[in-house]
C-alpha cells in the first residue's frame, strides 16, 4: 500500500510565529491531499482538500488565510500554519486517497506557547 | 454526508473475539463501509472494507447487514496490539474515490490482559 510521509513529526512553536508541515504520497502521484486536525480525545476533524496544480477547498469555519495549503507537486502537500495561537495546538494529519481506501500520514504535533 | 453511530467505548479480554458495531442508517447505495484504527499518537490506518456481503482479510472479518443499515467488525481474537480507536465511516463510491471523508466519534477499544 501507499506510504504517506509528514514532516515534522512534531514541533513547537512560540505564539505569533508560522509553522509549516509538509505531506509526501512516497508511493504513487496524488492529485488530491486531505488535511485533518485533531484535538486530544476528539476524533479527526476535515480541514481542507489539497488539490494539485489548483487552490485548496476549505470545510466550513477552517481560515483558508490561517491554515496555507500548497499541493505545488503530485507528491507534496503542505499546511502552513500562519500566526499560530494556542488554540491551534493540536495533530494534524494528512491523507492520501486511493480508489480503494484512504492512508493517513503519521501526523504531526504541533504545540504553541 | 450519511453519518455513522458507534458505541463511545467497548472492552474485551484478550485473545477473545471483539465485536464492535456501527449503525449506518442513512447510507445510500454507493457507499462502501469502511473501518479504520487509530493507535494513540498515530494516523489511522485501514482495517477492512466492503459493500453488501461479508468480508474477510487477515486483520478482521466485516459483517454487513442485509439492509446495509449497519455493520460490524469482528477481531477474531483481541491482542492488547488492537486497543485503539476504531472509526466505521462510509465513503462514497465515484469521483476515482477522492470524495471527502468525515470521521465520526469512534469506538475506543480496551483490551484486558
Known amino acids: 500500500g501507499a506510504v504517506v510521509s509528514q514532516h515534522p513529526s512534531w514541533v513547537i512553536c512560540k505564539s505569533g510565529t508560522s509553522v509549516k508541515i509538509e505531506c509526501r504520497s512516497l508511493?504513487?502521484?496524488?492529485?488530491?491531499m486531505f488535511w485533518y486536525r485533531q484535538f486530544p480525545k476528539q476524533s479527526l476533524m476535515l480541514m481542507a482538500t489539497?488539490?494539485?496544480?489548483?487552490?485548496?477547498?476549505?470545510e466550513q469555519g477552517v481560515e483558508k488565510d490561517k491554515f496555507l495549503i500548497n499541493h505545488a507537486s503530485l507528491t507534496l502537500s503542505t499546511l502552513t500554519v500562519t500566526s499560530a495561537h494556542p488554540e491551534d495546538s493540536s495533530f494534524y494529519i494528512c491523507s492520501v486517497p486511493s480508489r480503494y481506501e484512504q492512508y493517513f500520514g503519521p501526523g504531526t504535533r504541533l504545540t504553541v506557547t | 454526508d450519511a453519518k455513522t453511530t458507534q458505541p463511545n467505548s467497548m472492552e474485551s479480554n484478550e485473545e477473545e473475539p471483539v465485536h464492535l458495531p456501527c449503525n449506518h442508517s442513512t447510507i445510500s447505495g454507493t457507499d462502501y463501509i469502511h473501518w479504520y484504527r487509530q493507535l494513540p499518537s498515530q494516523g489511522p490506518e485501514y482495517v477492512i472494507h466492503g459493500l453488501t456481503s461479508n468480508v474477510n482479510n487477515r486483520m478482521a472479518s466485516l459483517a454487513i447487514a442485509e439492509d446495509r443499515k449497519s455493520s460490524t467488525l469482528i477481531l477474531h481474537r483481541a491482542t492488547l496490539r488492537d486497543a485503539a480507536v476504531y472509526y466505521c465511516?462510509?465513503?462514497?463510491?465515484?469521483?476515482?474515490?477522492?470524495?471527502?471523508?468525515?470521521f465520526g466519534t469512534g469506538t475506543k477499544l480496551q483490551v484486558i490482559p
Open positions: 508511493d504513487f502521484q496524488a492529485t488530491t
Open positions: 489539497s488539490n494539485e496544480g489548483s487552490k485548496a477547498t476549505y
Open positions: 465511516i462510509l465513503r462514497p463510491r465515484g469521483s476515482g474515490g477522492y470524495q471527502k471523508v468525515t
